[in-house]
């Protein structure tokens, strides 16, 4: 059990997609305008994640290293693909909200990220565990971002949020500044890098203060997409 | 041991061929099945969709007809791709237009629909699409701003040719702070569709679909043709 806590709490802070690994900026800086983008864009990634993640560690075993990035990417272009289509097809007023954040998530590094160094190498359980956590933990960062910019630069949080969920979730909708028009910076793609900047010192500065042994190994940035 | 037998061929180039040929045929094959169970559905979706996007600017009293079967391509140079004409008709005569048409605005593609009474007058513009500044330049959408309704009524014949651009420019209608050149985009586009309607409507094939009304509506038609 602390073996998928300690998988939670990678995929949540201490790896996070987005803060810690540094994957996934360009869905996250192109979407985040609002917190009901962020949260749509994360529900897609989520789903598609999940997905991949199982799909992949199921057939680990007959996956050889050689040809291991080819036969991901076209798992995973197919997954995608195919989750499009059946958003599109069967749940027609979703997709009008989420169409295009799923063909977004073709561009997203932490997919194949994930599935390359840990789907491919671990069991189902650990990979479907692995897929909630970092896609939780890419979820609240993109709601994060997208709320920082909303506020800023709009005045209200989670507004149109009952497109994307439905009536029942109507409430979520607030106006945070009445009569504010809005600081454009905050909505233009400069705002989306300083909030993500903000959110990435804020964390850096918490790292700080925790106990020394959890960040000794912080983060090296390998790749970035 | 199939897993023993499996990692002992691992090695070899023949399973990485297979392998990989393997995966995309697998792909292939739940891909064709994939789109073959849900084109249908999202064919039907876009007609719904179409039709809903019609409806807002060309209420379904107008017509009787299916105005999406009935089109026609309208070309202009101002116009990266063609626009698609479409004809509203009630019994059988024509009673409005539509025009789709995409043009460049700030930040891309500006994709809207106007209708117009066959006389070339407009009953209302909208935006289908667009990927202008947010917060600065979507006022062009209905949700924001009730700037696109300041096109209903207009007409070549009551707005001169030099009105036809914003106040800044000289024309008639507002531009809005921090964001000129997508109302300009906006109002160039209208403007072209009115002209491409016009020159529709005066070209043979638009006189004979349009003659059908010229019986009912005998004082309009020549002023269409003016």
Redesign the interface.
């Known amino acids: 059990m602390s073996q998928f806590r300690q998988i939670f709490r990678e995929g949540l802070w201490d790896n996070n997609v987005a803060m810690g690994q540094m994957l996934a900026l360009c869905p996250l800086l192109a979407v985040t305008?609002s917190a009901t983008n962020g949260l749509g864009m994360g529900i897609a990634s989520l789903a598609v994640l999940l997905l991949t993640n199982i799909i992949i560690s199921s057939v680990r075993?007959?996956?050889?290293?050689?040809?291991r990035i080819?036969?991901l990417i076209?798992?995973i272009a197919?997954v995608v693909?195919?989750v499009d289509?059946?958003i599109?097809?069967?749940m027609?007023d979703l997709?009008k909200v989420l169409g295009l954040f799923i063909a977004l998530i073709v561009t997203n590094c932490a997919i194949f990220g994930r599935a390359e160094s840990y789907a491919s190498k671990q069991p189902v359980l650990n990979a479907t565990i692995d897929a909630l956590a970092m896609g939780f933990g890419f979820m609240w960062v993109l709601v994060a971002v997208g709320g920082m910019r909303e506020i800023l630069?709009?005045g209200t949080l989670f507004a149109n949020a009952s497109l994307l969920l439905g009536s029942h979730f109507a409430w979520l909708e607030t106006t945070v500044i009445p009569d504010f028009s809005?600081i454009?910076l905050a909505?233009?793609p400069p705002g989306a890098f300083m909030a993500l900047g903000f959110l990435i010192v804020i964390k850096r500065l918490i790292d700080r203060r925790l106990p020394q042994k959890t960040n000794n190994d912080l983060v090296t940035i390998s790749s970035h997409c | 041991m199939i897993s023993f037998d499996i990692q002992q061929h691992k090695e070899k180039p023949i399973y990485q061929a297979l392998l990989l040929g393997g995966a995309c045929a697998v792909v292939s094959l739940l891909l064709i099945l994939g789109n073959h169970t849900t084109t249908q559905a999202i064919e039907d979706h876009r007609t719904a969709d179409k039709l809903a996007m019609l409806a807002q600017v060309l209420p379904q009293s107008y017509y009787t007809n299916d105005p999406l079967n009935e089109t026609r391509e309208l070309n202009h140079q101002a116009l990266s791709a063609p626009a698609t004409l479409m004809l509203a008709k009630k019994d059988g005569v024509v009673s409005a237009a539509a025009v789709q048409l995409s043009i460049a605005g700030w930040g891309g593609i500006i994709n809207m629909i106007m209708a117009l009474r066959p006389d070339g007058e407009l009953l209302g513009v909208r935006i289908i699409s667009h990927t202008e500044t947010p917060g600065l330049a979507d006022k062009i959408e209905m949700e924001k701003s009730d700037w696109i309704t300041g096109f209903d009524g207009k007409s070549l014949d009551n707005v001169s040719e030099k009105g036809w651009q914003v106040k800044k420019d000289g024309g008639e209608f507002d531009q809005f702070t921090g964001a000129t050149i997508t109302p300009r985009a906006v109002v160039k586009g209208v403007h072209t569709g009115l002209l491409m309607y016009r020159r529709w409507a005066e070209s043979e094939e638009g006189l004979k679909t349009l003659a059908g009304q010229a019986s009912q509506n005998a004082e309009n038609t020549p002023e269409a043709a003016s």
Do not use: C, D, E, K
């Open positions: 305008t075993g007959v996956i050889s290293p050689q040809v080819p036969v076209v798992l197919t693909t195919l289509m059946t599109n097809a069967f027609h997709y630069g709009s809005g454009l909505i233009l």
